[in-house]
């Protein structure tokens, strides 16, 4: 969504809440097939993109149910080149998710605003787009609907957005027709039939977008979505011309392009031929995209940081339609001080001055770029959907493909050295800056229906916390319901407690969303001796080491369930 030049916000209209489940909304990013985005920010200042999932979604039940899945089994996504998602509900009215928010610019705007890619750059963000892939696969998610619209471009690299919803999606009252959901001219042919979807499903997907990344033109011709849908079902009859596309792209496109999904290359084979075609490490970013690019960027990520201001309407009085049944009010505890929190939007290093832009390329046929609106076509007798997610935001940056296509101008690549100089630099580890360290924290069971949230960050229990109150949380033991102790944040067991260690727990060792209570009472996964991690809310390293488990001393609705004696440090992560 392009507002103005460079503006990546707009001001809350009269009608947009100002305030959801405890989150205050500031500016409104965009509105999509599935909802509409807000900024919005945590506790601690960090800043997300807050989505408000449609009425029509957020009124059935099965897509309450799987959205709750997906979206749950997305947070356990770890990974560079993602953005990760933070905090969601589905019990209100309107489920809602926030994910951490990149003032970026998205695939789908860049190509239609400023043309095609060099080829390095298209290399380059097609290898760490596989890696995100590579990260989601990993956790059991597949995408289901990769598209240029859920990419994008920042100064740091491409980051992939939306994962795990459109599946959510797949058994809403919308497509119960026999159809799916997604964008048809990035679908990949058994999507397109409507067969079951594998990681492959998305490799498909990223062939496609490297295609139009790089030249403007679809692998399987010209036409409108639906015409494309059509050819990409028929792949196995029809395989698309790729003669016309130069190496080493064309070897990557027929790669990935290929009808048999078990024929596709692994994300993992696909970076590494990307880096060796780039001709430059995948995380070396200092003028990985065209400088006029960079510094629409740069524009953009300046201007996130002062979100504009509310518009008023005289005698008009901002509401929030049916929140009153799932705002969650913050704690009236008093915390202690939380530490500081960088400011909005992805750190960059110092850009060298640009080199004059290359001679106007081509412009992308917007036609490539837009998804339809809800339609339902019988493409052939092969294939039959209904589309009901129309092409027109993203969840982080509300970016929609604009029509109007501008030229391009490529920045020359640079040199070697240069770009060794920056992969030292931009491949440097995290630091870990220490807190506070070995604080006693006892978890002890639950003891009301509602159960026990727990803030690593500051660190504080809610014994009374609410239902659905977890914005800033990282665990809840819960006694209601499937009694069980939830990890709101991704948590894994390390096997030493020094930082290095715990993050790489988080990672490699990743626990289950939840542990029910079979599973504590027993004690097998966490027994004495057991170090936890996790990547709390507020970006913080944490590390929960359990010295004891003893037998609940508190009473409550569960007596069963066991305390946990640990102790806790905290780590900032820079």
């Known amino acids: 969504m392009i507002n103005g030049n460079d503006d990546i916000l707009t ?9 959801t489940a405890g989150y205050r909304l500031l500016a409104r990013i965009g509105e999509g097939g599935m909802g509409t985005v807000y900024l919005s920010r945590t506790r601690g200042g960090q800043p997300v993109a807050f989505k408000v999932i449609r009425r029509e979604y957020g009124q059935d039940p099965d897509f309450r149910r799987r959205f709750e899945q997906e979206v749950r089994a997305a947070r356990r996504v770890q990974g ?21 928010f990149v003032p970026g610019l998205s695939l789908a705007d860049a190509l239609t605003e400023h043309g095609p890619l060099p080829p390095a750059a298209v290399h380059q963000l097609v290898g760490c787009t596989a890696r995100a892939l590579g990260a989601i696969h990993a956790a059991e998610v597949v995408h289901r609907d990769l598209k240029p619209a859920n990419i994008l471009l920042g100064s740091t690299g491409p980051y992939v957005i939306d994962f795990g919803i459109a599946r959510a999606a797949d058994t809403t009252q919308l497509t119960r027709s026999g159809g799916v959901v997604g964008t048809p001219q990035y679908m990949s042919p058994e999507q397109a039939l409507g067969e079951p979807v594998t990681a492959a499903a998305d490799v498909f997907s990223l062939g496609l977008i490297a295609a139009v990344a790089a030249t403007g033109r679809h692998p399987y011709g010209e036409g409108g979505a639906t015409t494309l849908a059509v050819r990409i079902a028929n792949t196995e009859r029809a395989a698309p011309d790729l003669g016309g596309y130069p190496e080493p792209l064309r070897s990557l496109l027929e790669r990935t392009l290929t009808a048999d999904p078990a024929q596709r290359i692994t994300t993992a084979e696909l970076a590494e031929l990307c880096e060796r075609a780039a001709g430059r490490p995948l995380r070396a970013f200092d003028g990985w995209l065209p400088a006029p690019l960079m510094d629409r960027i740069a524009r ?17 009085t901002p509401t ?50 837009a998804g339809g609106g809800v339609l339902a076509v019988a493409l052939t007798a092969l294939v039959t959907w209904a589309l009901v997610r129309p092409d027109g935001g993203t969840a982080a940056t509300g970016g929609s493909p604009s029509g109007g296509g501008r030229t391009a101008a490529a920045a020359p690549a640079a040199p070697q050295a240069t770009a060794t100089a920056t992969a030292t630099a931009t491949s440097k580890q995290p630091t870990y800056t220490l807190l506070f360290e070995d604080k006693p924290f006892t978890l002890r069971g639950p003891a009301s229906s509602t159960g026990t949230h ?28 499937d009694a069980d102790l939830r990890f709101l944040t991704p948590m894994g067991r390390s096997g030493g407690t020094t930082p290095e260690a715990c993050r790489a727990g988080v990672d490699t060792d990743t626990l289950p969303v939840a542990l029910p209570a079979k599973e504590l009472k027993t004690g097998g996964t966490l027994a004495k001796g057991t170090v936890l991690c996790t990547v709390t ?35 900032k992560i820079t």
């Open 11 to 19: 001001p809350l209209g009269p009608l947009d809440p100002r305030e």
């Open 80 to 100: 560079y080149h993602l953005v990760p998602v933070v905090d969601h509900d589905t019990t209100g009215p309107l489920p809602w998710i926030a994910s951490e």
């Open 300 to 316: 953009r990520e300046a201007g996130a940081a002062h979100p504009p201001e509310p518009a008023q309407v005289p005698g008009a």
């Open 320 to 369: 929030e339609p049916d929140a009153g049944a799932y705002r969650s009010a913050q704690p009236t505890e008093t915390a202690p001080p939380r530490p500081s929190t960088p400011p909005p939007g992805p750190a960059h290093p110092p850009r060298p001055t640009a080199p004059p832009p290359a001679p106007p390329a081509r412009s992308v046929r917007p036609a490539l770029l």
């Open 454 to 481: 727990v803030d690593l960050d500051a660190p504080k229990l809610f014994p009374g916390g609410k239902i659905g109150q977890v914005a800033g949380m990282e665990l809840t033991y819960q006694a209601w319901g």
């Open 537 to 571: 809310s507020e970006r913080n390293l944490a590390m929960l080491r359990i010295t004891d488990v003893q037998p609940h001393s508190g009473g409550g609705l569960s007596p069963d369930l066991p305390d946990y004696v640990t102790t806790l440090t905290l780590w």
